[in-house]
């Protein structure tokens, strides 16, 4: 598989990948993500990045990126949103492919993590990540304010 950074052109590409994996993850009913709205966020805001995977010239899995930062280390992480293989390509080693691709941007970068959630349920994600010598956050609890609450909280 060659890894390469998504350009513009292949925003209809990434929609269609998060489409996929919110089926997956039995989410699709909360995908609002258009190719605009992914075009500003990620090449006019420049808010995230993306690595896509390709085989033969055909995209098979996506890797979607941020940095955040850790107080306590005083310098910056890498916040993994997604990690995408199409089912047909899992067990190829892809999704490791694209874990080493993010650490070897995370040793040039000189950012001190990389963090990532998974949803409860999805056990062989869990054990593919715990392969990897990931460690389970279990000390956190995960919160979320949506642009509901957001606006409430803001009083707008």
Request: glycine letters at 8%.
């Amino acid at each position: 598989m060659k890894v390469r950074l998504a350009t513009r052109k292949d925003t209809q590409t990434i929609l269609d990948l998060i489409i996929e994996l919110a089926v997956y993850e039995k989410l699709e009913h909360e995908v609002t993500a258009t190719v605009e709205i992914l075009e500003e966020w990620l090449f006019d805001k420049e808010k995230a990045k993306v690595l896509l995977g390709e085989v033969n010239g055909k995209v098979v899995g996506y890797c979607l990126y941020f940095y955040n930062f850790s107080t306590f280390l005083g310098k910056a992480g890498i916040y993994i949103e997604d990690l995408y293989v199409k089912k047909e390509y899992r067990g190829s080693g892809y999704g490791k492919q694209f874990f080493k691709e993010v650490a070897m941007i995370a040793v040039d970068e000189d950012c001190q993590r990389i963090d990532w959630s998974c949803l409860k349920w999805n056990k062989p994600s869990i054990e593919f990540y715990e392969s990897l010598g990931a460690k389970a956050q279990e000390e956190w609890v995960g919160f979320r304010l949506t642009i509901e609450d957001i606006k409430r909280l803001a009083g707008k």
